[in-house]
Nanobody
């Protein structure tokens, strides 16, 4: 079992930055890949970024490459999503998720999910 708690969401103006954090507890953190997904009302949850257990490989949704950075601190059981140059299209509830099966862009590969944190970008 892995328990996940996100924090760091909020309201920011277009062009601004936010850093989301996800605290994990439970099984050995370094053994699970972590992902960030987001969802807006009426739409499916979409992949944003993922990082392997060791942190050696990272994956991004095309539209966030160069703006978002996923990282992790296995000593602290934390994963982060640094979001820069935010635009209104980034507005969503952001979820962190854990996958013992490895990093993936598919939400169904992730067994554990946080409760989500709202990010709102105003124009």
């Amino acid at each position: 079992q892995v328990q996940l708690v996100e924090s760091g969401g909020g309201l920011v103006q277009a062009g601004g930055s936010l850093r989301l954090s996800c605290a994990a507890s439970g099984r050995t953190f370094s053994s699970v890949a972590m992902g960030w997904f987001r969802q807006t009302p009426g739409k499916e949850r979409e992949f944003v970024a993922a990082i392997t257990g060791s942190g050696g490989n990272r994956y991004y949704k095309t539209s966030v490459k160069g703006r978002f950075t996923v990282s992790r601190d296995n000593a602290k059981n934390m994963v982060y999503l640094q979001m820069n140059s935010l635009n209104p299209e980034d507005t969503a509830v952001y979820y962190c998720a854990a996958s013992p099966k490895g990093a993936s862009t598919w939400s169904w590969q992730y067994d554990y999910w946080g409760q989500g944190t709202q990010v709102t970008v105003s124009s």
